[in-house]
């Protein structure tokens, strides 16, 4: 849609100056009037601005988990308020800063004219709101409990961001220490050991097999480094399109469930997920198929979710949830064991969220000792590196220039 210029006052009589994407001049003026402001001038925009919103459109800004709790707890405080949602939907368009995310904003207000329900209008754009989010916001559209809805998904996307900044912080530091070992081992073998070579072939002196290992390794890394490179570039073009082929990506997520160290943080961190959606799922009062299916997909793991699909055939049939958790094989005997009791209960969702809470708990511990269980295996790798060197390269110079004394 075209981008108009306008000029308008508020109701307080203050200039107010701003653009917007609409169909005409008069769609601009129809909503500025809803948002409570007397246009004054409509103008298309320039040519250089639609220059500026083409570059936009080729490096797009990324809605972020900050902007959509900052979105939620807004919408959360204005229909709280009984602010109208055409007002608050426009409001928050021109406040946000974000502009995916306002573009976003405006384009849902435009559906909602339009006769459409907020629900549908959110999933006109699902690469900003999840299916969950969706789901949860008609569910909270249905029951007129929007405003507790949108407070749930704004803690809801809080824990699950510190969660993902904790992982990051951990392997910030292992991460920097490998890009590091990974340059050195380049770096002496492109112009240090070729240095020592030419050292060691002017004596003639016969080497130490480390050393001829050493030095035969450099040799080929200087005369195929481009090759090297190349085949380095294909293997990773290869295992991300591997990766995002259906199959590949349902092996990488079932795979990285087993990794060493990080493997059990993942599984624990992923229960917890399921285990908080589902327990919110069930409280806004999801049927049981739907939460299923709308909790799976949010999990953005191919493997679990096709696990946890699979218990649908099985209630279908009349199973218990217990029963149908425990075919998968994918919860451990805790949460079997809390499934069970709030079956006969009544409260499975409250004891669902407590074991949520505990595996919660237990991912930020790891997460915490994460790099201090990464660094002893660093150190030994380079301390390993350290001794390679010293042994090929160190040890025959210290040979050779006693021979050169002696002589």
């Known amino acids: 849609m075209p981008l108009f210029r306008y000029k308008a006052r508020d109701r307080h009589g203050d200039a107010i100056n701003g653009t917007l994407e609409a169909a005409s001049s008069d769609a601009v003026a129809t909503q500025l009037l809803e948002g409570g402001m007397t246009p004054v001038d409509i103008a298309a925009a320039a040519k250089e601005e639609s220059h500026s919103l083409s570059l936009q459109a080729l490096f797009p800004a990324k809605v972020t988990d900050t902007d959509l709790i900052q979105f939620s707890r807004q919408m959360h405080s204005l229909t709280k308020a009984g602010v109208p949602m055409l007002s608050a939907l426009h409001g928050l368009a021109k406040s946000t800063r974000n502009p995916l995310l306002a573009s976003a904003i405006s384009s849902v207000a435009q559906s909602l004219e339009a006769g459409r329900d907020l629900a549908t209008a959110l999933g006109e754009h699902r690469e900003i709101f999840s299916l969950f989010y969706i789901s949860m916001v008609r569910i909270g559209e249905t029951t007129g409990q929007l405003d ?236 390993i590196i350290v001794l390679v060197l010293a042994l090929g390269v160190f040890l025959p110079m210290w040979s050779l220039s006693g021979v050169a004394i002696k002589n």
């Open 148 to 383: 507790d809805i949108f407070i749930q998904l704004s803690r809801y996307l809080e824990k699950d961001k510190r969660t993902r900044d904790q992982i990051k912080s951990a392997l910030r530091y292992p991460g920097f220490v490998i890009m590091a070992i990974i340059a050195a081992i380049v770096i002496l073998n492109l112009f240090v050991i070729p240095t020592f070579a030419r050292v060691f072939d002017n004596f003639g002196a016969e080497l130490p097999l480390a050393t001829q290992v050493l030095m035969a390794t450099s040799r080929f890394t200087v005369a195929y480094w481009p090759e090297l490179l190349t085949l380095l570039v294909v293997l990773i073009l290869s295992a991300r399109h591997y990766v995002k082929r259906e199959q590949g990506r349902y092996n990488w997520h079932k795979w990285k469930l087993k990794l060493p160290l990080a493997g059990d943080i993942i599984y624990r961190a992923t229960l917890a997920r399921f285990m908080r959606l589902f327990a919110m799922s069930t409280r806004a009062g999801v049927p049981l198929i739907t939460a299923l299916t709308v909790v799976a997909r949010a999990l953005d793991n191919d493997y679990v979710e096709e696990r946890i699909l699979s218990m649908q055939t099985g209630i279908e049939r009349g199973e218990s949830i217990t029963q149908t958790a425990a075919a998968t094989g994918l919860f451990d005997a805790l949460v079997m064991q809390m499934m069970a009791v709030g079956e006969e209960t009544g409260s499975i969702d409250t004891l669902l969220a407590e074991v949520g809470e505990f595996y919660e708990a237990e991912v930020e511990y790891d997460i915490e000792r994460l790099s201090a269980r990464i660094e002893p295996i660093l150190t030994v790798v380079i301390a």
